[in-house]
């Protein structure tokens, strides 16, 4: 059974730091595009980061760029987001995802095939 789990969240005041994790037990995950996505409450889940199977690639959201770096480790299976001078705004449920390379683009969440359960990002003013 393909897991996604998330970790790393919590409560950091504006302009500071916070690195969220996500383990994958995905037998090929060298195979998977990862990404990373946030649903704040009351909107619709959008796309943040991407990076590409070899992790050669990476894509973001045009409101992250400059602040968040995604990364992954095919060794350990696990792709990690660090995010810096954080706002108010980034204030989230951050989503793991995972999808086959090949499948479909890598900033649309229905070609996302397995999801984390979403761990919180409070970001206070």
């Known amino acids: 059974q393909v897991q996604l789990v998330e970790s790393g969240g919590g409560l950091v005041q504006a302009g500071g730091s916070l690195r969220l994790s996500c383990a994958a037990s995905?037998?090929?995950?060298?195979?998977?595009?990862m990404g990373w996505f946030r649903q704040a409450p009351g909107q619709e889940r959008e796309f943040v980061t991407a990076?590409?199977?070899?992790?050669?690639?990476?894509y973001y959201a045009d409101s992250v760029k400059g602040r968040f770096t995604i990364s992954r480790d095919n060794s350990k299976n696990t792709v990690s987001l660090q995010m810096n001078s954080l706002k108010p705004e980034d204030t989230a449920v951050y989503h793991c995802?995972?999808?086959?390379?090949?499948?479909?683009?890598?900033?649309?969440?229905?070609?996302?095939?397995?999801w984390g359960q979403g761990t919180q990002v409070t970001v206070s003013s």
């Open positions: 995802a995972a999808k086959y390379y090949s499948r479909g683009s890598y900033y649309t969440a229905r070609t996302y095939e397995h």
């Open positions: 995905l037998p090929t995950f060298s195979t998977y595009t």
């Open positions: 990076i590409s199977s070899s992790g050669g690639s990476t």
